[in-house]
């Protein structure tokens, strides 16, 4: 039995709220729409549109990121010393005579989450369930942006659907996708989709993304490796990209020696053991590698990688990102 599919039961997890406490208290299965909300004080704690060197890029305010996009002005005779690589060629077919694109940078950047809430997210064995802190992340990068000026998209993909949202400024639209959030980390009946589910979401991601955007995926990934190295290959060139790969302590290290009951999302029951000293080695080896091998293929596409356990807090995790790549490719 795959490993990444069982459901440790823990008492964390599954017992009851305890009686007086808050009913709009986190939670540690789901999130609320009034839990995203209160994120936004912290969001503003957040420097990740601050460089390490503090070099301001023009904008309206200081960036670890590539400059902004660029919008389209106007269209004027081509002049020596132009970058040839703007020319407008249907311009200049149509008047005989070479014209070049001029463009004026953009005062807000887009900012698009992409959030994994399928079925499988809703794990843990201690902490929240992945899809619990995917959704507490892409809250706070959310409101960070919005907290700069910036404008707030992405799609929040689960077995029922793929919420696509665009780019647009204001707490409203904020609000639209936290409301996503919520809807998509709750418990589903449907089954989880095929790989190639995710992999059409990813699709229409990339087709939305402008140059100068911030891209942050948030998910686990295990069905999706090759996806998200294609994506930042594409994208990773004239957009900013972090890959936040969130786990459960249990795929990074099996528990001490002993047999565990487990039960599958199906419902199958099987018992963990794990008296194999070489195979809880083993076991803990092929999760580091798959971090590095996640990790390098995000350097080798000039993008970041966070790693995040269902332990953590969300806004200390954001902030381990912050001015860490302002010198692209200096890792």
């Known amino acids: 039995m795959d490993l990444r599919s069982l ?13 007086g406490s808050r009913p709009d208290a986190p939670s540690a299965v789901r999130v609320s729409l009034a839990e995203l909300v209160r994120l936004a004080p912290q969001a503003r704690q957040l420097e990740l549109w601050r460089s390490r060197r503090d070099v301001e890029d023009g904008g309206a305010h200081h960036t670890m990121f590539k400059g902004r996009g660029m919008e389209f002005a106007e269209t004027r005779p081509y002049q020596p010393g132009d970058d040839i690589r703007h020319i407008d060629w249907r311009v200049t077919a149509r008047s005989g005579r070479a014209h070049t694109k001029l463009f004026r940078e953009e005062r807000e950047r887009p900012v698009l989450v992409w959030v ?11 902490g929240c369930f992945k899809s619990v802190l995917a959704a507490r992340l892409a809250a706070l990068v959310a ?10 998209g992405g799609h929040v993909l689960n077995a029922a659907q793929d919420y696509a949202q665009e780019p647009r400024r204001g707490r409203h639209n904020v609000l639209r996708l936290l409301r996503a959030l919520e809807f998509g980390c709750a418990p589903a009946v449907a ?5 190639l589910a995710a992999e059409a979401s990813l699709a229409s991601l990339r087709r939305t993304v402008r ?4 891209v942050f995926l948030i998910g686990d990934f295990h069905d999706l490796e090759a996806a998200v190295t294609d994506l930042a290959a594409q994208i990773g060139v004239h957009s900013d990209v972090t890959l936040c790969c969130v786990h459960d302590p249990l795929e990074a290290d099996l528990p001490p020696a002993g047999v565990y009951p487990v039960s599958s999302l199906s419902g199958e029951l099987a018992n963990l053991d794990t008296a194999n000293a070489a195979w809880r080695v083993a076991y803990a080896q092929r999760f580091q590698q798959r971090m590095q091998a996640l990790r390098d293929a995000m350097r080798r596409h000039r993008a970041r990688f966070l790693g995040v356990s269902t332990t953590d807090d969300p806004l200390l995790a954001l902030r ?8 692209r490719g200096a890792d």
């Open 211 to 214: 140059p100068g955007t911030i």
């Open 191 to 195: 089954d989880p989709p095929m790989a």
């Open 7 to 19: 459901l440790v039961p823990t008492r964390r997890v599954s017992a009851p709220p305890v009686a």
């Open 143 to 152: 409101w960070a942006a919005h907290a700069h000026g910036d404008r707030v």
């Open 320 to 327: 381990a990102i912050a001015g860490t790549a302002a010198a």
């Open 116 to 126: 994994d809430c399928r079925p499988h997210m809703r794990f843990a064995t201690r």
